[in-house]
């Protein structure tokens, strides 16, 4: 299976609930190793920029105010299939419709506040990894 590197976010809600590391224990456990990590407070442009794609959607505006309503933990996980990987392991957007064990069945309280962000294909991957890092600050494990 191909070594891959996907974005992962914990969102305010979960930094909020100290769930950070809980959640990155997730990741861990299942095998993906984190080679980059910040904790950071997004600003209106950054977090416009990050989810321009859906910019004309109706919750675009409430997903940015929510981005922004406290501090981030922004991530690169490296691992087998690792973008596929941390889809799983997160769940379905909406928390409701989450399988149970998922990290957003566990810790996210609404479609809105629901906890964790992860690319969601290669070329998102890539574009959204160096949306918020420098190679400089990936450091690879071996
Ligand atoms: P994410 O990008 O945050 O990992 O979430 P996702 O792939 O599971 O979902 P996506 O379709 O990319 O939507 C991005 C975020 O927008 C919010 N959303 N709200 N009210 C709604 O119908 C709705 N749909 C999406 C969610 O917070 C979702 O995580
Ligand atoms: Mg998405």
């Given at each position: 299976?191909?070594?891959?590197?996907?974005?992962?976010?914990?969102?305010?809600?979960?930094?909020?609930?100290?769930?950070?590391?809980?959640?990155?224990?997730?990741?861990?456990?299942?095998?993906?190793q984190v080679v980059a990590c910040k904790m950071v407070s997004l600003s209106q442009e950054k977090?416009?920029?990050?989810?321009?794609?859906?910019?004309?959607?109706?919750?675009?505006?409430?997903?940015?105010?929510?981005?922004?309503?406290?501090?981030?933990?922004?991530?690169?996980?490296?691992?087998?299939?690792?973008?596929?990987?941390?889809?799983?392991?997160?769940?379905?957007?909406?928390?409701?419709?989450?399988?149970?064990?998922?990290?957003?069945?566990?810790?996210?309280?609404?479609?809105?506040?629901?906890?964790?962000?992860?690319?969601?294909?290669?070329?998102?991957?890539?574009?959204?990894?160096?949306?918020?890092?420098?190679?400089?600050e990936i450091c690879p494990r071996g």
């Amino acid at each position: 299976m191909a070594q891959e590197r996907t974005l992962s976010i914990i969102k305010p809600d979960a930094v909020a609930k100290n769930a950070v590391g809980d959640i990155i224990s997730r990741f861990e456990k299942a095998g993906l190793q984190v080679v980059a990590c910040k904790m950071v407070s997004l600003s209106q442009e950054k977090a416009e920029g990050f989810y321009a794609e859906h910019s004309e959607r109706p919750f675009f505006k409430d997903l940015v105010s929510f981005m922004t309503s406290g501090p981030v933990v922004v991530q690169v996980l490296e691992g087998d299939n690792a973008i596929a990987k941390n889809r799983e392991l997160m769940g379905a957007t909406d928390p409701k419709k989450a399988e149970a064990g998922t990290i957003r069945a566990d810790f996210a309280t609404s479609i809105d506040a629901n906890a964790v962000h992860g690319s969601d294909a290669p070329e998102s991957a890539q574009r959204e990894v160096a949306y918020f890092f420098s190679d400089e600050e990936i450091c690879p494990r071996g």
